[in-house]
């Protein structure tokens, strides 16, 4: 009897702890796609309609794309994408050819000094990018490369931790493969590209999934070095209209574009879920 | 130098070369101009060498707010973020059903242009003459008065990038330690269970041993994170902080670079040479802290 | 404390979500362990002997059936309350505290009335930590002691809070030979000296049969056989029980019987009694074979291996199943072996006879070696 109540109060406890960690998970995941609905919700009012709404409504009887017209027509917004498209591929190829043969040399070739440079390498991802930016926005002026995508690309297209944690994969593939190789007589790049690379394929995935997200929510390098908006990524056009853009005033417009700069990721995301988040969790932070 | 090391050298050129031209010169560099006193890039000229920029810097009005804010946000969002995070892993490990759902929606800020969602939330907080916004009528149905949170008091503003600041760090770090919390073997929890624990001692003498590791982990990157903050704040604040009271010492470093108060590299470098110092101090602490209290495999 | 456990039956989802079958784990076990006893749960790899082990600790709740201690039904009981003592295969040692402060853990949880004085506690890790001889090494983490030391560590932890029983999930599986041999012994020191019921899980049954007061069969989540090791052994209940005990395992032949007398292939080798004529399988035990110039079985030599005390023959028979038959025998007798031929008559204890449909035992009445 008294085993019974004993039970039945802890499965009540139980019941009560469940609801209330559900409640608590769908709260917070409230909080975090209510802005998401805001924004597309907004970018769906009309202009008039937003303006004359004193307190907001949650839904919307006439949705329209007027916005998203006025979007990519008033302001140069395909321009802005065009250019982080551009930016995001050009810097993201640039650093794994650059990332991976550094990765292969440390990793796969012998050769005098390597244990030094792999130690002062180490000793760079402890630079925060704050130091380095001063001068690189001053090297970068004097060799008049603002406004240019050469100026964007070049200081961002290596990653030392990068280098580390594709060393580390590459390093995993077993000596035999490689003497192997050598005995077929291929050269070492042939062998980095057709069995390091392809056995590698996952790591050199994550590593272009981090780097594109870096590259499309970069911010503070974009705008030291371009003021021409011919050259402006959307982080930088989204801060543009909202300062000059529509008039300070036209927030379904606004809220348009900003839908527009982030659906590319979220897409991105929700097809590659796994190996973002698999990936993330093994090398990234934000920023 | 023989054949195969040339070859070594070669594939690592490309490497070497960017991080010299965009990493190695530019840290020297940065301590070089941070001695130049009143380097200007208009003239190119400086007049002595010595500690007068960081003179400058450290009674710079601006710097100061910039410092104070930095600090708060830091005092606030670590805690508060890694605590919540904490919070929602554990809630997340203890159920099935959903969870993936949960995961990946908790996981979407991560993915998102800071820059951008900085502006919902702006229109979320702002008050306009057409309307107050939606978080002020939530307060007003509650009774509150409606507040200015992007023009308005300081601690209204302070409590926007707070919140704006943790909404954005909150996925990585529910990431990692759900991940850490599940790879806790199911074993230890059953022999908890067996000896009768109580729960709240199965979490601290077993869950939160195991996991220290990882929470300090991201104690570490999250106090380093939080110092750098910048871009939420423009986000949310525009591109001029100073004037809104709401810059941080990273967007003081590009505001003497850089702007309507830019062309001053030498007091960008001595402010970003400060906050190197800071944010080193303030590791070493916690890494000698962690080194009591943290069990690693 | 004795242990009862009744038509117990445990089906657990099938893995596969497609499919809606159910895998059962643990089928209709009904089962007696008595008290005090140390009692071994034997079989292969995914016979249910673990699932049996964490019903009868109640880290899993059975489908059907009921468990008691003594004459408490503790069926519906949770883990926490029913006061057993679990050493896990990997021991589950908190990686994070001592050794003391790991055996202290499961005292610090004790409330109420239960609750003890800090010097108490000390006192009873102490006796747990002798009882397993670590005493000296109480300051230790369990990453800074062998694989023994931590199973004795693990011991101590589940024994200090006097458990009405004492369950031990694969105890010598991660140690290495010389160890495993030191370390069975102990648990059998300890167990005598506690007094504790004592349920272990094992897949060697080497191991079980050194040890064990009694041993439970186990196979495809259904009880085989239960008994005192030896008598299991000499008097298998059916093919898999035979198979599964003793090293060199036992030699199976197709055979038959005709007019009480078994034929193994063409070799009439054994009078036997009180069965019916028809085809059987043979289990002969390798100790059950001995060496006479005109013995009835005939088989082709393969190799001699001498071990000193014993010698192994290693032969063929045309109605063997198998690769080969392997007989030990005294090396005295063994020493004119040798040719194309070998030839055995058979001690007729441990010879059985199986139905060669359902694998279980015929026993005969009575039998006479040819």
Not at chain 1, 147 to 170: A, D, H, R
Request: hydrophobic share 45%.
């Amino acid at each position: 009897m008294d085993n019974q109540r004993i039970e039945a109060a802890a499965a009540r406890r139980a019941r009560t702890l469940r609801t209330a960690t559900y409640l608590f998970l769908a709260l917070w995941a409230i909080v975090v796609l209510f802005p998401f609905y805001w924004m597309l919700l907004s970018s769906l009012k009309s202009y008039g309609a937003y303006n004359s709404e004193y307190i907001p409504r949650f839904y919307t009887l006439s949705p329209t794309l007027q916005n998203y017209a006025d979007a990519f027509t008033t302001v140069p917004l395909g321009r802005y994408f065009l250019n982080t498209v551009i930016f995001t591929l050009a810097t993201t190829a640039l650093m794994l050819c650059v990332t991976v043969l550094a990765a292969f040399a440390f990793s796969r070739l012998a050769f005098r000094g390597k244990d030094l440079v792999f130690t002062l390498f180490l000793a760079l991802m402890m630079i925060p990018g704050e130091l380095v930016v001063i001068t690189n926005f001053q090297t970068i002026t004097n060799a008049g490369l603002r406004n240019t995508f050469t100026g964007l690309i070049l200081p961002s297209v290596t990653s030392v931790f990068y280098i580390y944690l594709l060393k580390e994969n590459f390093e995993q593939i077993p000596d035999e493969l490689y003497r192997a190789a050598k005995v077929d007589g291929s050269s070492d790049f042939r062998y980095l590209t057709r069995v390091m690379i392809p056995i590698c394929r996952p790591t050199i995935i994550t590593v272009t999934i981090l780097k594109v997200i870096e590259c499309w929510n970069s911010y503070v390098w974009p705008r030291l070095i371009t003021d021409d908006t011919n050259y402006f990524l959307v982080s930088n056009g989204i801060q543009e209209i909202r300062e000059n853009g529509f008039g300070r005033e036209n927030i379904p417009a606004m809220m348009a574009a900003v839908v527009v700069i982030s659906v590319p990721l979220i897409v991105l995301f929700l097809i590659f879920r796994k190996k973002i988040m698999a990936g993330v969790s093994r090398g990234g932070t934000k920023g | 130098m023989n054949n195969r090391s040339f070859k070594g050298w070669l594939y690592l050129l490309p490497a070497i070369l960017f991080l010299g031209a965009f990493m190695v010169y530019p840290l020297v560099d940065v301590f070089v101009y941070s001695f130049e006193e009143g380097y200007n890039s208009a003239s190119q000229s400086f007049f002595g060498t010595g500690l007068y920029n960081y003179r400058y810097v450290l009674r710079d009005e601006y710097f100061l707010q910039a410092l104070k804010n930095t600090f708060l946000l830091v005092i606030i969002t670590v805690p508060l973020s890694t605590g919540l995070a904490l919070l929602i892993s554990l809630a997340l490990n203890s159920i099935k059903k959903l969870r993936e759902l949960f995961q990946t929606i908790y996981f979407l800020p991560y993915v998102t242009n800071t820059l951008a969602v900085g502006l919902v939330f702006m229109i979320l907080f702002k008050k306009t003459a057409y309307t107050d916004g939606l978080v002020n009528l939530v307060i007003n149905f509650f009774g509150g008065a409606s507040v200015d949170f992007i023009d308005g008091p300081y601690w209204a503003k302070m409590f926007v990038l707070c919140f704006y600041t943790v909404w954005v760090v909150l996925p990585f770090k529910i990431l990692i330690l759900t991940s850490a919390l599940a790879s806790v073997r199911q074993d230890f929890y059953n022999a908890a269970r067996l000896d009768a624990t109580p729960k709240w001692r199965v979490f601290t003498r077993i869950t939160l041993p195991m996991i220290s590791p990882q929470l300090f982990y991201l104690i570490i990157t999250g106090f380093i994170g939080a110092f750098k903050a910048y871009s939420d704040a423009v986000a949310i604040f525009g591109t001029d902080l100073n004037a809104a009271g709401m810059n941080t010492i990273v967007g003081y470093v590009y505001d003497m670079l850089y702007g309507n108060s830019g062309g001053w590299p030498s007091f960008a470098s001595a402010a970003a040479i400060i906050l190197f110092a800071i944010v080193l101090t303030i590791t070493c602490i916690n890494l000698l802290v962690s080194r009591k209290h943290v069990y690693y495999v | 404390m004795k242990v009862v456990l009744e038509h117990l039956t445990k089906k657990f989802p099938s893995r596969n979500k497609k499919d809606k079958s159910e895998v059962v784990a643990v089928n209709d076990m009904s089962l007696e362990i008595p008290d005090g006893k140390l009692v071994g749960l034997l079989g292969p790899s995914g016979c249910g002997k673990s699932t049996a082990l964490n019903l009868i600790c109640g880290l899993e709740a059975p489908t059907e059936g009921r468990i008691f201690f003594g004459e408490d039904d503790v069926t519906a009981l949770p883990p926490e309350r029913r006061g057993v003592g679990l050493v896990f295969q990997n021991y589950a040692l908190y990686p994070h505290l001592t050794v003391r402060q790991n055996i202290l853990f499961p005292l610090q949880n004790l409330r109420g009335e239960a609750k003890l004085s800090k010097e108490v506690m000390e006192e009873k890790v102490l006796e747990a930590a002798k009882l397993v001889q670590i005493e000296q090494l109480l300051e230790r983490k369990p990453g800074e002691m062998s694989g023994g030391q931590q199973q004795r560590d693990a011991i101590a932890r589940a024994l200090v809070k006097m458990p009405r029983v004492l369950l031990l999930d694969e105890p010598l599986s991660n140690l290495d030979a010389r160890l495993r041999l030191q370390t069975r012994e102990e648990i059998r020191r300890i167990q005598r000296e506690t007094g504790v019921t004592t349920v272990f899980v094992t897949h060697d049954q080497e191991e079980a049969m050194s040890i064990s007061d009694v041993i439970v069969v186990m196979k495809d989540g259904v009880l085989q056989q239960t008994g005192k090791p030896q008598e299991v052994y000499n008097d298998p209940d059916n093919l898999f029980v035979a198979k599964f005990l003793g090293t060199p395992p036992i030699n199976v032949f197709d055979g038959s019987v005709r007019g009480g007398t078994l034929h193994i292939g063409g070799d009439a080798v054994m009078r036997a009694d009180g069965v019916a004529d028809g085809a059987y399988t043979v289990g002969i035990r390798p100790e059950a074979f001995r060496v006479r110039d005109d013995g009835p079985l005939r088989c082709a030599l393969e190799t001699v291996e001498v071990m000193g005390r014993d010698t192994t023959i290693v032969s063929t028979h045309p109605a063997m199943q198998g690769v080969s038959i392997r007989s030990v025998i005294s090396a005295e007798y063994a020493e004119g072996v040798g040719g194309d031929e070998v030839r055995f008559y058979l001690k007729c204890a441990k010879v059985h006879l199986f139905d060669p449909e359902s694998g279980e035992r015929v026993r005969f009445s009575s039998a006479e070696a040819l």
